[in-house]
């Protein structure tokens, strides 16, 4: 390799630093208000059609959840007595049901579960609602499960599986109490007023753990 001498090598360092500098220049220059990547103008008019379109979208999400929250309501009232009679929570005589019961039950439950999972997504405040609707369905689905399991054991386990049913029963219920409690807080929000939707057990029965007890009207 041949030997640069003195000369050639300051010539070189300055070369690369002319070029450097060049760089520097033309990125500074690109980044200029005047240049290619310079921010385009804000269209008010598009952005009011954003906003626009958000609140419709909001409005037809909220509208869907409360359709779906008073179907939970209707649907789930023959699910929820026939679960109260398997493991009553007053501690009574159970009930056990039927093959023919608890098919119906689950084609109930499967049918919610369709329409639960048709539900649009909105805002996180809407989908809140309707995760903790699917949930209600699911977690019922469950217990209608150990309710089946514990109608083919033996006593002992039998016993066990239809408290563990009783437990998972009154979580979806839980979990239906808070989605309605958020429903009804984004429909105050809307100035459509109140929404009360409730489980109960039996079409006639008392609300199960009313979650709008001493909330409003």
Known sequence: MPRLGPRRVVALVAGATVAAVLVVIAV???GDDDGPTSGAAVDPARVAELERAEVERNEQTLEALAEFGLELQDELSPVLEGLQAAEPPDGSSRREPTA??????RGVLDALATDA???????TEHNMVRRGFA???EMLGSSVDLVEQGSAADPPTAGTLY???GDVRGQAVDAFGMAAMQ?????IAADKG???VVLRAG???APIDDPHAGHGH
């Open 135 to 137: 949930l209600t369905v």
């Open 28 to 30: 500074l220059s690109w």
């Open 183 to 187: 429903l009804d807080l984004l429909y």
């Open 203 to 205: 079409e006639d029965g």
């Open 100 to 105: 023919e019961e608890l098919d119906r039950w």
């Open 163 to 165: 408290g563990l049913s």
């Open 194 to 196: 109140h929404l009360h």
């Open 117 to 123: 999972e048709a539900l649009p997504l909105g805002a």
